[in-house]
């Protein structure tokens, strides 16, 4: 079984800051590995992804993760914040074999950013 | 239209009532998916269908949760005899892609059921 951990569920940052969400996953096979955002009354949206390939992956609106196997960690970095990247995030691993349209999700991590 | 579309936004009703969420896909998405999204969980994965095919549903938590996509576009999830933990806000997502693949899933808005 898979699953993903979120470390803090409420991360705040000022304005111009360094941006890092961290996420842990345990899975039996190699897997895929995803970031979605969820801003205010809407729908989750995609913001990267790891599949194969390179691990260093680039994502929408200047987030990027790095996917490390020996850490089994795929954290969310951006250099610098915006108020408009204030949202939830959330983390979620799906079986990169026969099953990767289900996706497990970690609980989010709500990213505030001060002026 | 553009996006998932997801009916009712909030639904409010009484424990044993019977409730029917729908979801719109995008258009031409063969893959759609039911999730459930506690308050303060990330979503849990329901169900799954390649067209009219419901080739997953082993995360509906009862007999009482039941989907259907009967012609392989507009998809419905239907709880009957509503109990409070059901209250959760229901999202819908479909994709491009089928089961083999790895495209993105574009989420509904999601529908938000209390049940009192």
């Known amino acids: 079984a898979q699953s993903v951990t979120q470390l803090g569920s409420h991360v705040s940052v000022s304005e111009g800051a360094l941006v890092l969400l961290r996420c842990n996953y345990s899975?039996?096979?190699?897997?895929?590995l995803f970031w979605y955002v969820q801003y205010p009354n809407q729908g989750l949206q995609l913001l990267l992804k790891?599949?194969?390939?390179?691990?260093l992956v680039k994502g929408i609106n200047g987030f990027e993760a790095e996917f490390k196997k020996s850490e089994t960690s795929f954290h969310l970095t951006k250099p610098s914040a915006h108020m408009s990247d204030a949202a939830e995030y959330f983390c979620?691993?799906?079986?990169?074999?026969?099953?990767?349209?289900?996706?497990?999700f970690g609980k989010g991590t709500l990213l505030t950013v001060n002026p | 239209g553009a996006g998932v579309s997801q009916s009712p936004r909030y639904k409010v009703a009484k424990r044993g009532q019977d409730v029917a969420l729908r979801c719109d896909p995008i258009?031409?998405?063969?893959?759609l998916f039911w999730y459930q999204q506690a308050l303060g969980q990330g979503p849990e994965f329901l169900t799954y269908?390649?067209?009219?095919?419901?080739?997953?549903k082993s995360g509906l938590p009862s007999d009482r949760f039941f989907a259907e996509r009967p012609e392989g576009s507009v998809s419905t999830l239907k709880i009957q005899r509503t109990q409070q933990e059901d209250s959760a806000v229901y999202l819908c997502?479909?994709?491009?892609?089928?089961?083999?693949?790895?495209?993105?899933?574009?989420f509904g808005e999601g529908s938000r059921l209390t049940v009192l």
């Open positions: 997502a479909s994709s491009l892609a089928g089961a083999s693949g790895t495209g993105e899933l574009f």
């Open positions: 899975s039996s096979v190699p897997p895929y």
């Open positions: 790891y599949t194969t390939g390179a691990t």
């Open positions: 979620a691993v799906s079986d990169g074999g026969g099953s990767n349209y289900k996706l497990t």
């Open positions: 258009s031409g998405h063969v893959s």
């Open positions: 269908f390649q067209n009219e095919a419901q080739l997953d």
